[in-house]
T-cell receptor
């Protein structure tokens, strides 16, 4: 069965600092991988996705993520965090076809001045 | 382009009452999903519909029923609400090979 682990429940970074959010997945074949962001009181917005090909994927809002098959990881990065990036971030894994996504429990990001 | 529309946005129910959460998408997506979000639990799948005319249970289906009314609409029904069903409910839709588009959620409180 698929599963996703986001080891960090809450991370605090200073504005302008770099960010890395960790995501580890368990899945037997090559997965579909996603990162979503949820601002307070809002729905989830897709940041980026990996299906195949280049293991470094670029997303919206200056985010990128790297798929590392050997480590079963799909970590999200941003070189310089802005205060507006404060939100909750969810990693998700899916199989090819219409199998529903499995989500991690999320990482809450706080940004301080 | 509205995307995924959920109604209502907020609801308070008494224990034992019933209600239906509505979800509609205008993107011609085949698949639709209902998740619930609870603090520290992430999103857990309640039911999904891979295509019009089919529905399947997810991780936490007990106490819920669904109807895929047509390609656009996928409703979630609570027949007898319980305090454990206090949650934020999200509907989402997708086309095969793409990520989900989420609605803005329904915040449900059962007292």
């Amino acid at each position: 069965a698929q599963s996703v682990t986001q080891p960090d429940i809450h991370i605090t970074v200073s504005e302008g600092a770099s960010l890395e959010l960790r995501c580890n997945y368990s899945y037997g074949a090559t997965p579909y991988l996603f990162w979503y962001v949820q601002s307070p009181g809002q729905g989830l917005q897709l940041l980026l996705k990996y299906f195949s090909g280049d293991t470094l994927v670029q997303g919206i809002k200056g985010f990128e993520a790297e798929f590392k098959r050997s480590q079963s990881s799909f970590n999200l990065r941003k070189p310089s965090v802005h205060w507006s990036d404060a939100a909750e971030y969810f990693c998700a894994v899916g199989a090819r076809g219409n199998t529903p996504l499995v989500f991690g429990k999320g990482t809450r990001l706080s940004v301080i001045a | 382009n509205a995307g995924v529309t959920q109604t209502p946005k907020f609801q308070v129910l008494k224990t034992g009452q019933s209600m239906t959460l509505q979800c509609a998408q205008d993107m011609n997506h085949n698949s639709m999903y209902w998740y619930r979000q609870d603090p520290g639990m992430g999103l857990r799948l309640i039911y999904y519909s891979a295509s019009e005319g089919t529905t399947d249970k997810g991780e936490v289906p007990n106490g819920y029923n669904v109807s895929r009314l047509n390609k656009r609409e996928f409703s979630l029904r609570l027949e007898s609400a319980a305090p454990s069903q206090t949650s934020v409910y999200f509907c989402a839709s997708s086309q095969t090979g793409y990520g989900y588009t989420f609605g803005s959620g329904t915040r449900l409180t059962v007292v």
